[in-house]
């Protein structure tokens, strides 16, 4: 386990007070977005973003040792410096080393999953437990970064699109619900697609929901990494007492001595 731990953040500083409690039945009125336009209801744009020329030129320069994850992180998110516990954590990720980062709200949790889904072969899952939350980062990705969500709001040919994208290997992030890896349809896609790896947002879902309202959580690691070969998670949270830590290691079978779970 490698817990990226900001002393700011307080023992029980929520991300998002709705996921303190039972799991909410709203769903988001922006299903699909495409850079920073949103489309309400609108089959024909199931995925965001686009990579231009320039940013997969970063990304070569990045491969080739030309760049580093600083000048990458300037180029296509525009940080003038990575902030406390980032870059550790994007390294352990892009090293295939499963972790755990407690960070407080808005100190830039969700670039340690973006930020290697830009360098890394396959598509990063992203678990996340609401559909509006779904929305929103799906909206806010970079709009260089292409992403997509499957979620049951949406219509058939819309998840069909969604679907074909994914076996293509034109989307680099996928935001699901952990019950949408347990249908019997996702994991044939699962099946068929290359998981670079997978990143579990408000991850103190795995102990305050898995054993009552929310049990995929429970059986995120024996879906992802006995079934279809997953070896990195990145679990994401800014609400983590010591006995949430233990669970959500335990859950995850993340290793305390910082090794790949």
């Not at 580093?68 to 003038?80: C, I, K, P």
């Not at 690691?221 to 006995?243: D, K, M, P, R």
Request: proline share 5%; glycine share 8%; net charge negative.
């Amino acid at each position: 386990l490698d817990s990226v731990v900001d002393e700011d953040a307080g023992a029980e500083t929520s991300t998002d007070a709705s996921t303190r409690g039972a799991p909410s039945t709203s769903t988001a009125a922006t299903q699909v977005v495409r850079g920073p336009a949103a489309f309400h209801n609108d089959d024909s744009h199931p995925y965001a973003g686009g990579m231009t020329a320039r940013a997969r030129g970063v990304v070569a320069g990045f491969r080739a040792g030309q760049l580093s994850l600083e000048d990458v992180a300037t180029s296509l998110f525009g940080f003038e410096g990575f902030r406390p516990g980032q870059r550790e954590a994007v390294e352990r990720v892009l090293g295939g080393k499963s972790t755990l980062v407690v960070l407080p709200t808005g100190s830039g949790k969700s670039s340690i999953y973006q930020l290697p889904a830009f360098l890394v072969d396959g598509v990063v899952l992203v678990v996340t437990p609401l559909v509006s939350l779904m929305a929103d980062q799906l909206s806010n990705l970079p709009p260089d970064l292409i992403g997509a969500t499957i979620n049951s709001t949406q219509s058939y040919e819309m998840r069909k699109t969604i679907e074909a994208e994914l076996k293509a290997g034109r989307i680099s992030i996928l935001f699901v619900s952990p019950e949408l890896l347990e249908t019997k349809r996702f994991r044939k896609v699962l099946a068929e697609i290359s998981v670079a790896f997978v990143a579990i947002d408000e991850a103190h879902c795995v102990s305050e929901w898995s054993h009552n309202f929310r049990p995929a959580y429970l059986r995120l690691h024996q879906t992802l990494a006995s079934e279809f070969g997953v070896t990195t998670f990145l679990g994401l949270t800014a609400t983590a007492t010591a006995a949430t830590v233990d669970a959500i290691v335990d859950s995850l079978s993340l290793d305390r001595n910082g090794d790949p779970g």
